[in-house]
C-alpha cells in the first residue's frame, strides 16, 4: 500500500484525511497477487477443501443376503433392474442401506473438483443357494449410483467391479469356498460423468451366473461389514 | 469479508469527529460491507484486483491439509501360541506392525481418511473351518470400528497333501472417514479433535501360521 505521510508544515484538512484514507481504502479493495508474499496464507486464510462429505457403514451381527434370482446382473452399464441397494435386511430390503447423503454439490461449479467416493464391502460366500451346483462362476458385482439433486439415481458403469467364487477339494470332492473377501471401489465423481447437483451416492450389488448344466439353482451372495464414504473437493480458493 | 465501504468521510470545513475517525480505523463489523480498515486482518478473494486469483505458491505448506504414513518391506509372521483360546478375552487381537499410526492433529479437522492396504495370508486349513479363520479389527482410540471388520479363511485346501492355496491370499484395502460435521444418520464416525490420536489393524489367529505383508497405512486431515 502506498500512504503519503504528511509533513511538518502540510495543511491537516479534512480533504486531506479524507483522500489519505481513501487511498487506503481502495489499495486494500484492489490488491494485486504479486503484493502478497508466496506461502503468506495460512489454514486460517483458505477456505476448506472439503465442500461436503457423508458416510454411511454396516456392520450387522448377521449376514445379507443377495440372489441371482432376484439381483440378475443385467449387464455392463445398465442400471436398473438388477441392482440392489446394499443394506442390512439384504434382498427384501429396508435395512440401513450404504447410502451416503450429503448437501447438494453442483459439479459444474468451477470451485468443485468433483466427489471422491471410497466404499468396501465384506463378501462373505458366493454359493449355491439350493446346493446343488458347485462352480467358480458363480459372481457378484458391485457398483457405485449417484443422486441428483432432481432424486434420479445414475449408475457408474466404470464403478463396475466383480469377484468370482472359489472352490476347494475336500476328500476328493469340490467343493464352494468361504470367501471372506474385502472388494475396495474408489472413484471421483466429476462434471464429466453429471453436468449438475449431485447430493447422494450409494453402493450396488448384482448376481451373475456363469455356469451352464446345472440343475435349477440360485446363486446366493452373503455380505456383511462394509462402509461407504463421499467427500467433495474444492479445486479453487474463489 | 469483502470490500471496505467506508462511512461518509467529513469534508471542509465540517466539526472534526474523532468518534468517526476512529471507527474508520477500526471497528469490527460482520456485515458484507465492513465500514473500517478492520478488515485487513482478513482479507479475502473480494479485495483483489478484479480478474486477478491466488496461486497455490501463496500457500503455506500444509495449511490446506497434511497426513501422515506409515509401511512395512518385511513380512511379519503369528503363530497361534501368542493367541489366547478365546477372541473374547482382553487383549485378544494384537496390533499388526507397521498398519497402525500415531498422529497429532493440529486442529479440529473438518475430514480425516484412513486408507490401509495389507495382506494376509493364514496356514490354517479349511477342513478345521471357522476355527482356523484369521479375523482382523481396526481400533481408533481404543474404539473398535466394526464396519472395517473382516475375515481370512484358511489357505491350506488339498488335503492329502497339504498344499497352500495362493489363491486365498487375501488383500484388504479399507478406509474410514471421520469428521469434526455430521456425515449423516447412516454413518456412525465419531469426531476427530484437535491432539494426538491413535489407529491400528489387529488380528486374532488360531491358524498354525498368519503371514501379513502391510504394504501402507496412511491418514490424511483438512481443516
Redesign the interface.
Known sequence: MAYTPVEDGDSF???S??SR??A??DD??????KG????????E??L???LQ???????PGAVHSYTFANDQYPGYNIGSPGWKLINTNGDPGGG???????TAVDLTDTKVIGVLV?F?I?V?TIVDALAVATSREFDALFAIQFQDNAGTWHHLPESETYISS?T????GVTTQ??????V?IRLLITQTNYKGSIKSVRAMISVNDGTAGWAAHNVRVQLQ???I?A?ALRG??? | MSDIVLPALPGTGAASDADLLSQIIYKPDNSGSPPSFEAINHLTNANLQAGQTLDRTKIRRRAAGDGRMIGQTGNIDFFYQIFPADDSMQGAYTAIPGCGIAFYLPYDARIVIFTYQIVIESQGHEAAGATNDVYTRLYLDGSRIRAAERKVPPAVTNTAPDQLDKDRDRVISGHWVCSSTSLGANSTATALTKGWHKIYYSLFSQAITVRCRIRNFKVIWFP
Open positions: 484538512t479534512a480533504a484525511v479524507t484514507l481513501t487506503l481504502r486494500a479493495n484492489d490488491i494485486n497477487p502478497i508474499e508466496d506461502k503468506a496464507l495460512r489454514k486464510h483458505c476448506s477443501p472439503i462429505a457423508g458416510a454411511a457403514d454396516i456392520s440401513t442401506p450404504l447410502q451416503a447423503d450429503f471410497l468396501n465384506q462373505n472359489e476347494w477339494v475336500n476328500g469356498a468361504r470367501m471372506e473377501k474385502d475396495p461389514h462394509g462402509n464414504s467427500i479453487s480458493l474463489q
